[in-house]
């Protein structure tokens, strides 16, 4: 028998409405760089894009995360941080902040490259990849997303940006707990956790 129609209902609109919201994320990335010309506008574009293409042909998950405060975490450490706005203030060189933001934007390209269908926001388990940059840290997605919003912020500096990277990176840290916890009960996450150390920064988290 397939699934319930209402399993089936909730199945489809977890896909379809954050894919919408990063769909619309795309467009507003595209009217930037018309009106600004920053190229790292379509870094941005091109990242979020390939974020409704994994969400929408996501596999389904063997054990999802019933926990109301992983599914804040989830959702504020993936939203929060479309907040974040151009500004004309910057506290190093543009060739700093666009390096930092190439750099970021490559790397969670390749980690997302690597999850493919096992990409999602709540805590959840789609299958355990343990190959490419998941060889380096556990959450790779996480610091190339981590380098790019340095990069951002170095180049658009105010205090609203900083305030709301803070608070997004917050919910990073306990999305990655969450994440972490659940899947600790699959005996190939296990291995994989002995094997590689750090969860974010190679040498320090």
């Given at each position: 028998?397939?699934?319930?129609?209402?399993?089936?209902?909730?199945?489809?609109?977890?896909?379809?409405?954050?894919?919408?919201?990063?769909?619309?994320?795309?467009?507003?990335?595209?009217k930037?760089?018309?009106?600004?010309?920053?190229w790292?506008?379509?870094?941005?574009m091109?990242?979020?894009?390939?974020?409704?293409?994994?969400l929408?042909f996501?596999?389904?998950?063997t054990?999802?995360?019933r926990s109301?405060?992983?599914?804040?975490?989830?959702?504020?450490?993936?939203?929060?941080?479309?907040l974040?706005r151009?500004?004309?203030?910057?506290?190093?060189?543009?060739?700093?902040?666009?390096?930092?933001?190439?750099?970021?934007?490559?790397f969670?390209?390749?980690?997302?490259?690597?999850?493919?269908?096992?990409?999602?926001?709540?805590?959840?388990?789609?299958?355990?990849?343990?190959?490419?940059p998941?060889?380096?840290?556990?959450?790779?997605?996480?610091?190339?997303?981590?380098?790019?919003?340095?990069?951002?912020?170095?180049?658009?500096?105010?205090?609203?940006?900083?305030s709301?990277?803070?608070?997004?990176?917050?919910?990073?840290?306990?999305?990655?707990?969450?994440?972490?916890?659940?899947?600790?009960?699959?005996?190939?996450?296990?291995?994989?956790?002995r094997?590689?150390?750090?969860?974010?920064?190679?040498?320090l988290?």
């Amino acid at each position: 028998m397939g699934k319930p129609v209402g399993s089936r209902t909730v199945s489809i609109l977890a896909r379809a409405l954050p894919a919408s919201y990063f769909m619309v994320s795309c467009m507003a990335f595209w009217k930037s760089f018309l009106v600004t010309g920053k190229w790292t506008s379509l870094f941005w574009m091109v990242s979020e894009g390939v974020v409704v293409v994994l969400l929408v042909f996501r596999r389904p998950s063997t054990r999802i995360s019933r926990s109301p405060w992983d599914w804040i975490a989830g959702l504020a450490g993936s939203f929060l941080v479309l907040l974040v706005r151009p500004e004309s203030r910057a506290i190093a060189p543009d060739a700093v902040g666009f390096a930092l933001q190439l750099c970021g934007t490559l790397f969670q390209l390749y980690g997302k490259a690597a999850l493919g269908r096992s990409f999602g926001i709540v805590a959840a388990n789609r299958g355990v990849v343990v190959g490419g940059p998941y060889r380096i840290v556990r959450h790779p997605i996480y610091l190339g997303y981590l380098v790019t919003h340095a990069g951002f912020l170095l180049s658009n500096w105010s205090h609203r940006n900083l305030s709301i990277y803070a608070a997004t990176y917050i919910f990073q840290v306990a999305r990655i707990f969450a994440e972490e916890r659940l899947l600790m009960v699959d005996g190939r996450y296990k291995e994989y956790f002995r094997n590689v150390r750090y969860r974010l920064i190679p040498g320090l988290f």
